[in-house]
Nanobody, 115 residues
Framework: QVQLVESGGGLVQPGGSLRLSCAAS????????MGWYRQAPGRQRELVAV???????NYLDSVKGRFTVSRDNAKNTVYLQMNALRPEDTAVYYC?????????WGQGTQVTVSS
């Protein structure tokens, strides 16, 4: 079992920044993928940014150049630095831990971008 605890969501004005954190605990495999997905009302959950334990990344096209995923493997923590936020970034953001065949999700944190 893996537990994921997220923090850092909130309300921000367009153009602002937020930083999300997700700490994993439990049975952590050394080879894994951690990152962030989001789900807006009426839409499917989508990958935002993920990073493997060896540093490879994958980003949603619309966040490239604005969001940065990073991780501290010693702390089993993944971060999402979100800059130049837009109203369309409003969603519940979910942390994900994947290590074949295990797939765990955090409880979600709300990010609202509005003036």
């Amino acid at each position: 079992q893996v537990q994921l605890v997220e923090s850092g969501g909130g309300l921000v004005q367009p153009g602002g920044s937020l930083r999300l954190s997700c700490a994993a605990s439990g049975s952590i495999f050394s080879i894994n993928v951690m990152g962030w997905y989001r789900q807006a009302p009426g839409r499917q959950r989508e990958l935002v940014a993920v990073m493997t334990s060896v540093g490879s990344t994958n980003y949603l096209d619309s966040v490239k150049g604005r969001f940065t995923v990073s991780r501290d493997n010693a702390k089993n923590t993944v971060y999402l630095q979100m800059n130049a936020l837009r109203p369309e970034d409003t969603a519940v953001y979910y942390c994900n831990y994947f290590a074949e065949p295990y797939d765990y999700w955090g409880q979600g944190t709300q990010v609202t971008v509005s003036s």
